[in-house]
Each structure stands twice: as structure tokens, then as C-alpha cells.
């Protein structure tokens, strides 16, 4: 799959994010494969294993970084499949990248509706 500059560096940009926020110092950025799983089983099946209360530092990050907001549990569980689906979410929902890490003007920092059960925990 070829992927354009932009979409390209706003997957590095969710990656890192991913890496940062949730403190996997045991991955690099480059690491995660954009197609992988994000929740569910890691290792071998090529997941990172995420679980739901990384579901909501993941959500929190990408709102103060991106300022998009997701609202609800169903939204969660379609941006929050792969590296891919957060990045096309981001996009279709307006997102910026907010270098300073806090929302943009206008925007809360709201607080995200996602249960544990939606997100293959």
C-alpha cells in the first residue's frame, strides 16, 4: 500500500503518540505496523495487547494532540482498530496536529464514554 506524505506523517505522528502515552518503552514508533491490532492478544499475532484503560489515555491523547474527540464507545471501537483506522479518524473528524499537546482553542478536554467491553478487553 502506498501511503501520501501526509498520511504518512501523521501515522508516525499516531504512533509515537501511541508509544509516549501509553509508556511502551519497550517499542519504538516504527515498531507497530499500521495494519496491526491495537487491543486484543499481543506478541505473536503481531498485537500491541492494548487493554481498556489504555483505551482512554489513548482517546485523552489524541484529543489533546489532534483535537478530535472520541465520543463514544462506538466510535472508540472503529478509530481504535489499527494505527490505519485511528489516522483515517483523525482526518475524516478534521484533526490537526496541536504541537504544543493541548487542545486547540474552543476545544474541552472532555472526558471519553468508552467501556472496557467494546475494546477487546
Known sequence: MVMNDGRHRLSGEVRKLIVERLKLDHLQPDEIDDEAPLFGPGGASGGLGLDSIDALELVLGVEQRFGVQIENEES????????????????????SESPG??????????????GGSGTGS
Do not use: K
Open 76 to 95: 472508540g471501537n472503529r478509530a481504535l482498530q489499527s494505527v490505519a483506522t485511528l489516522c483515517r479518524f483523525i482526518e475524516e473528524h478534521g484533526g
Open 101 to 114: 499537546g493541548g487542545a486547540p482553542p474552543g476545544r474541552s478536554r472532555g472526558t471519553a464514554e468508552l
